[in-house]
């Protein structure tokens, strides 16, 4: 993993103006001529790599964004992951596209590696990188790169995204725009400043001795204990987008353990990580959503989810996948892990209550 450009990511949380230098190096390691986020709520925000942002100054302004059916694909993909053109249409397909045919090609562009992210708070999310039409589609390896960085650039866009890709002044402004619960913490997880909103949650997040915070969910406590532990450490295999459950076990929030890093403490102080509560509003997001937005599961690891929510069993699903059962049960182990789950039936009953309530 490249630590710096990991902390450039969480950096540019709140510091938006970090981010075109940060997609112009993570469009180099898909070698592509540069990278673009754009965010959509209520209205349209987005930002670009300094060397295509002329291009889609003019994608946007002249009315192509709205032709183009890329983010449409992107959007509605189940797995957790970026996916290119070939993914989703013949070069037949990619040669009469007008988007493509009349926009990209005459510019230079006609590939790209995109992945969406929809989150509960009604934020829509995409990442791409855009590579020139001489250097041919973007390859797996520079994929697999990519997916390397997407929970990352995921938790750190949702919080651009609710503050529109602009900087805050300070931390109070920057809670209080993110129209979330969030909580400012040191190391220790004692709590710096919390936003209004976190005060109203007393069912899920307590303030213990020394001004420590507590998720009353005791799992969900310890995986934050865990995460700001790993942070300390200077680790980056840890999980850091976990279930908080309610008195009843079921699913009331997904917590983000968001580190401060770099020129974020201008905004944040010397406070050491932002805590996001981001309400499960099962009425309008699909378990899928869910699993593939906010519990960092890797492409293998969602299909195995999918599969132990549907019913399946670990024989089946490896079968259905053409991959050793040894396989899925390591898949399903970190599946457990990041969603919380002791057993198989108890992640099979989380997203079975977090899908009960969603319209297909």
């Known amino acids: 993993m490249h630590d710096d450009l990991v902390d450039r990511i969480y950096e540019c949380s709140v510091v938006p103006e970090a981010w075109p230098a940060v997609l112009d190096d993570m469009a180099a390691l898909a070698g592509s001529s540069g990278g673009l986020l754009f965010s959509a709520r209520r209205a349209l925000n987005w930002t670009a790599s300094e060397r295509v942002a002329d291009v889609f100054a003019d994608y946007v302004n002249d009315g192509w964004f709205g032709k183009c059916s890329r983010r449409t694909c992107l959007m509605s993909h189940e797995d957790p992951a970026f996916f290119v053109e070939h993914d989703f249409w013949s070069d037949e397909q990619i040669d009469a596209d007008p ?90 997880g004692e709590v710096a400043e919390a936003s209004s909103l976190a005060r109203t949650l007393p069912e899920q997040a307590l303030w213990g001795a020394k001004g420590r915070l507590h998720l009353t969910d005791r799992i969900a406590d310890k995986a934050l204990a865990d995460a700001l532990a790993m942070l300390a450490s200077g680790g980056e295999d840890s999980v850091r987008s976990f279930p908080v459950r309610d008195a009843d076990g079921q699913p009331a929030s997904v917590a983000h353990v968001i580190p401060v890093r770099r020129s974020a403490h201008d905004v944040f102080g010397d406070n050491f990580a932002l805590l996001l509560l981001i309400p499960v509003a099962t009425e309008r997001t699909p378990s899928a959503t869910l699993m593939k937005s906010l519990f960092d599961l890797t492409p293998s690891e969602a299909r195995v989810a999918r599969g132990i929510a549907a019913g399946d069993t670990p024989e089946t ?26 057993r198989q039936a108890d992640l099979a009953a989380l997203l079975a209550r977090i899908g009960a309530t969603t319209p297909g």
């Open 99 to 188: 988007v493509y045919r009349d926009f990209f090609r005459p510019r230079g562009l006609g590939w790209s590696a995109g992945t969406g992210l929809t989150v509960p708070t009604g934020d829509n999310i995409v990442f791409s990188v855009e590579r020139a039409f001489t250097a041919g589609p973007v390859d797996r390896a520079s994929v697999a790169r990519l997916n390397a960085l997407r929970p990352h650039l995921a938790r750190s866009a949702l919080v651009s995204a609710r503050l529109q890709l602009r900087r805050a002044a300070g931390a109070t402004e920057a809670l209080t725009a993110l129209q979330l619960p969030a909580f400012l913490l040191r190391e220790s």
């Open 317 to 342: 699903i490896a079968a259905a996948g053409d991959v050793a059962i040894s396989t899925v049960r390591t898949q399903l182990r970190r599946v457990l892990e990041k969603t919380g789950c002791a």
